[in-house]
């Protein structure tokens, strides 16, 4: 199978094992414009991280917002709409109905908070 990102072997993390981790567009340059994070959003966001897992890296939230996926908020309290050209790759895709959302909760507080 082949991956539209990279595979890349990391570092240790902070469980002290090493483990292969799929990061997408990992070296693409940040030219995008930057959303302003105001105080509070920066802290909330900071909570969200803490019980996240992502195979991502938080690239989003550590990019300043520059490097995010293609999204738009629909309504849902948990969910966002996934714009992406391949969707099925995301491990936090979800296809509800024919409509494939984004299920990451760092990406629907960003889509529902920040992007407005």
Do not use: T
Not at 32 to 47: A, T, V
Not at 76 to 86: D, I, K
Request: aromatic share 6%; proline share 7%; charged share 30%.
């Amino acid at each position: 199978m082949v991956l539209p990102w990279p595979v890349v072997k990391l570092p240790a993390q902070r469980s002290g094992l090493a483990e292969n981790r799929l990061v997408k567009n990992r070296h693409r340059e940040f030219n995008g414009p930057r959303l302003h994070i105001k105080e509070e959003h920066r802290k909330e966001l900071q909570k969200i991280i803490r019980d996240v897992y992502c195979p991502k890296l938080l690239q989003c939230y550590h990019s300043r917002l520059q490097i995010l996926c293609k999204a738009r908020e629909i309504g849902l309290q948990s969910l966002v709409e996934c714009l992406e050209e391949y969707p099925d790759k995301c491990p936090f895709s979800l296809s509800l109905s024919g409509l494939v959302c984004c299920k990451c909760p760092v990406r629907v507080y960003i889509a529902k908070n920040i992007e407005k």
